[in-house]
Each structure stands twice: as structure tokens, then as C-alpha cells.
């Protein structure tokens, strides 16, 4: 990454001044949310309906 960031701003000649890099992976980490007296696993994934799964299909597209 920080080879990307040293071509991509290193550059100061602004005629050959590239683009910042894109990449499409996202980085992040999974939590779990427990209970604190009981220390059970509790789960907060929702589940949507045909029409809120179309919705956040849609906004992904755009």
C-alpha cells in the first residue's frame, strides 16, 4: 500500500500525475456482540424482504 501511495503522490510534475490507486476489496473485521451476564452470542443480522434486498442491490450497482 504504501508503495501505491508513493508512485501515486510522489509525483510532482503535474502533467504525469497519476491517479490515486483503486482497489475494489474491502478491508474490515467481524465482531461479536455478547451478552454480559449470560455471555450468549446475540445476533444482529437482519434480514430484509424482496424489496429491501432489491433496494441495496440497486445502490450497490450505482
Do not use: W
Not at 4 to 22: E, Y
Amino acid at each position: 500500500m504504501d508503495v501505491l501511495k508513493v508512485t501515486a503522490l510522489g509525483n510532482t510534475d503535474k502533467s504525469s500525475k497519476l491517479n490515486l490507486p483503486f482497489c475494489s476489496m474491502n478491508i474490515g473485521y467481524v465482531t461479536e456482540h455478547r451478552d454480559l451476564k449470560t455471555r450468549e452470542l446475540i445476533h444482529k443480522r437482519v434480514v430484509l424482504d424482496l424489496n429491501g434486498v432489491k433496494a441495496k442491490y440497486k445502490s450497490a450497482q450505482e
